[in-house]
């Protein structure tokens, strides 16, 4: 069992107090976007092995190491032989708190071939780490689970729904894109059509555009007519000539209220708009940007992964699976065999075993404090705080007074 420390990513669109709340420490005034719970290079947690007990605020003389370097190190421990077998010597997920005050880039993350042929054609044609669009070899799907109110936007709407709203702007900079959403062909094609002649407008097209939006939109309200137009003029706020904005109109608007998820597949476009949560996905950092960023923009290498095929976003309910002995846990399905979210209502002062397989398990305090015993060592974590329990740790037992996110590798017969 490992106590881990997290690090914070402190980029530009975070919330400067969801985190801290959490963390019960002022803020700082500073952005804190997202904290990282996992072994990815480009930013592991530093692992300290508990090998008693551990109570928050106790010194520990044992060794701090990334935990990418314990995963690699001590493979069999913390990943188990099937993990390994199906995965690698690698740990599968990534858990992160997600803050978001302004808007995330609208972004698409690669299927699982396509991540491993670029990566490779990258990697052999000597492109530099700073330059790459691929990182790692991995696919990147993921969920994300309100804590706060969220806004989102996901997937593609159906043509004669989005042309309704990108019409009735009346811009003759859209022109094209009006006649891409009515023009032959599948509505798949269609929407290939006009996402990229949206995406290669010039900014005085977007300018124009947007400047109809704001004057024609006043009701920014969910319960609006199209609340697509009203996150549409949020966007132009901050990014006033970017294409995303009007290409945030060819999206499902999604609002997610507390213990709601959203499920992001590969090759799904989105953007996340605003507000809280955790967000649990396939251990990659590979991220294709189309806008509404100051970061590195690849519109051609996107429109070679998007899947154009309209349809509703994904949104995930929990189902109970256990209820008992002072435990409730929620499990969220999703078709990824990386990763399983479970939140977990402990109360008990008992520890009390959390039925699932074992293999490497992530746990986070959301709220309230508890205990993590393992079979051998166990650990108290106040919010903000996570363990890592290795499949050499055993069933998972639970104590305290607490609200747990709890992530493992899907069972097998989802695999």
């Not at 490992?2 to 990513?9: E, F, G």
């Not at 689970?145 to 109110?149: D, G, K, N, T």
């Not at 509404?292 to 051609?300: A, E, H, I, M, Y």
């Given at each position: 069992?490992?106590?881990?420390?997290?690090?914070?990513?402190?980029?530009?669109?975070?919330?400067?107090?969801?985190?801290?709340?959490?963390?019960?420490?002022?803020?700082?005034?500073?952005?804190?976007?997202?904290?990282?719970?996992?072994?990815?290079?480009?930013?592991?947690?530093?692992?300290?092995?508990?090998?008693?007990?551990?109570?928050?605020?106790?010194?520990?003389?044992?060794?701090?190491?990334?935990?990418?370097?314990?995963?690699?190190?001590r493979t069999q421990d913390?990943?188990?032989?099937?993990?390994?077998?199906?995965?690698?010597?690698?740990?599968p997920f990534l858990t992160k708190l997600l803050s978001a005050a302004r808007p995330l880039s609208l972004q698409v993350h690669p299927d699982a071939e396509q991540a491993r042929q670029r990566y490779d054609v990258e990697i052999e044609s000597g492109v530099l780490p700073e330059s790459r669009n691929y990182p790692d070899a991995s696919h990147k799907p993921e969920l994300l689970?309100?804590?706060?109110?969220t806004v989102a936007l996901a997937g593609f709407r159906r043509p004669v729904d989005a042309v309704v709203t990108v019409a009735a702007l009346g811009a003759g900079s859209l022109d094209e894109v009006v006649a891409s959403l009515r023009g032959p062909g599948t509505p798949a094609q269609q929407m290939a059509a006009a996402f990229e002649a949206v995406l290669g407008l010039s900014p005085e097209a977007v300018t124009a555009a947007t400047d109809l939006l704001v004057a024609q939109v006043q009701d920014l309200s969910w319960e609006s007519g199209d609340p697509s137009q009203g996150?549409?003029?949020?966007?132009?706020?901050?990014?006033?000539?970017?294409?995303?904005?009007?290409?945030?109109?060819l999206l499902n608007p999604v609002r997610l209220d507390p213990g709601a998820g959203l499920f992001v597949p590969a090759r799904m476009v989105h953007c996340y708009v605003s507000g809280f949560g955790i967000e649990v996905m396939a251990a990659s950092d590979n991220v294709?940007?189309?806008?509404?960023?100051?970061?590195?923009?690849?519109?051609?290498?996107?429109?070679?992964?998007?899947?154009?095929?309209?349809?509703p976003a994904q949104v995930v309910r929990p189902e109970v699976t256990w209820s008992g002995q002072g435990l409730t846990a929620q499990r969220y399905a999703t078709p990824a065999p990386d990763f399983e979210l479970t939140v977990v209502d402990v109360h008990t002062p008992v520890p009390t075993v959390l039925p699932g397989p074992d293999g490497p398990r992530t746990v986070v305090c959301l709220?309230?404090?508890?205990?993590?015993?393992?079979?051998?060592?166990?650990?108290?974590?106040?919010?903000?705080?996570?363990?890592?329990?290795?499949?050499?740790?055993?069933?998972?037992?639970?104590?305290?007074?607490?609200?747990?996110?709890?992530?493992r590798v899907a069972p097998p017969h989802r695999r």
């Open positions: 069992m490992w106590r881990l420390v997290n690090p914070v990513q402190h980029y530009g669109w975070g919330s400067t107090d969801d985190i801290p709340g959490v963390l019960g420490v002022a803020p700082d005034g500073n952005p804190q976007a997202e904290m990282w719970f996992g072994a990815h290079p480009s930013a592991p947690s530093i692992a300290i092995e508990v090998v008693s007990t551990y109570t928050p605020g106790q010194s520990c003389d044992l060794g701090a190491v990334p935990l990418d370097r314990v995963v690699s190190a913390v990943l188990g032989s099937d993990v390994t077998r199906t995965f690698g010597p690698r740990l689970v309100a804590l706060a109110p996150i549409a003029v949020n966007l132009a706020a901050d990014y006033p000539d970017d294409p995303g904005v009007i290409a945030s109109m294709l940007r189309a806008g509404l960023t100051s970061k590195r923009v690849d519109v051609p290498e996107l429109l070679s992964l998007v899947d154009t095929t309209p349809g709220d309230g404090t508890a205990t993590i015993t393992g079979v051998s060592a166990s650990c108290g974590l106040g919010a903000g705080e996570a363990v890592l329990l290795g499949d050499s740790d055993g069933p998972l037992r639970l104590s305290g007074q607490a609200r747990l996110a709890v992530v």
